[in-house]
């Protein structure tokens, strides 16, 4: 029994118990500063013109390095060869890369959106047929938000190979209006009654509300309001302008056309 105890002192006291003791300590140091320089990050690029939208990206990329290096040096303080280590990891990294080809796709596709910014935090854009409002950019998707508050998630590197249209990218956009009438009603008379339809609140006057002949059909003439608004106002301006034509259409007399067929009985 006393012959244990002197062994288990003399493991104690040595340098085994120090570098393990040395190791814990950086370790508990090591996550605390992390957790620390992640929040100063995070107030950096609050304040950075960086987009909020990339925000998550970088930190999470920040903190995986970060926590990746304080592992090889807690093991190298153990007295472990971390070249080794190094080797093995490259090796795995390769293995995995090829393994997980689309996370790597994903993660390079997040750093081409923050380098070419087709878009920022808070555009509305469509993105490969979904539509929404931009929220944030993560390690492998780019986040959207429904008008009707649903979340689609699209991998980064969908998102670099398809067309991205971005509606808020311009101060203002048009509003575009199609509607058919007869061909029995004077042009001008539709085109006048369009453009007072056209005329409300928030409608920009330069360039001012127009509208044109925009062709013909069998019995029937396709006409087509143009309106300018800021972008922010799109949508109730174009609400407001589809609810206001019929509304001035009724006060004016003014049928809209209707699909029609011709059926002809022969005996």
């Not at 620390?36 to 990050?41: A, E």
């Not at 390690?139 to 249209?165: E, F, G, H, R």
Request: with cysteine; glycine share 6%; net charge negative.
């Amino acid at each position: 029994m006393n012959e244990l105890k002197l062994m288990l002192l003399s493991i104690l006291s040595g340098e085994l118990f120090r570098n393990f003791c040395l190791a814990l300590i950086i370790l508990v140091a090591g996550v605390l500063a992390i957790r620390i320089v992640g929040k100063i990050l995070v107030k950096a690029l609050e304040k950075s013109k960086l987009e909020k939208a990339a925000h998550v990206l970088i930190i999470s990329l920040a903190k995986t390095a970060l926590y990746i290096l304080l592992g090889l040096t807690v093991v190298s303080t153990l007295g472990i060869d971390v070249t080794s280590i190094v080797a093995l990891a490259s090796v795995l990294t390769l293995a995995l890369s090829l393994a997980l080809q689309n996370m790597v796709s994903n993660i390079i596709g997040g750093f081409t959106i923050l380098y070419t910014q087709p878009f920022h935090s808070g555009d509305y854009v469509e993105i490969a047929g979904q539509a929404g409002t931009v929220m944030e950019i993560n390690m492998t998707y780019t986040m959207l938000s429904t008008p009707d508050n649903k979340m689609i998630s699209i991998p980064n590197s969908a998102v670099v190979a398809a067309q991205i249209v971005n509606y808020s990218a311009q101060e203002t956009r048009r509003v575009d209006v199609a509607v058919s009438v007869g061909q029995d009603v004077a042009p001008q008379r539709v085109i006048d009654a369009l453009v007072l339809a056209g005329t409300v609140d928030n409608a920009l006057l330069d360039p001012a509300p127009a509208a044109v002949v925009g062709g013909y059909l069998d019995g029937a003439i396709n006409y087509s309001l143009r309106v300018w608004v800021k972008t922010d106002d799109y949508w109730d301006v174009f609400f407001l302008i589809n609810q206001r034509v019929k509304q001035i259409f009724d006060e004016q007399g003014i049928a809209m056309a209707r699909p029609h067929m011709n059926v002809h009985i022969h005996n």
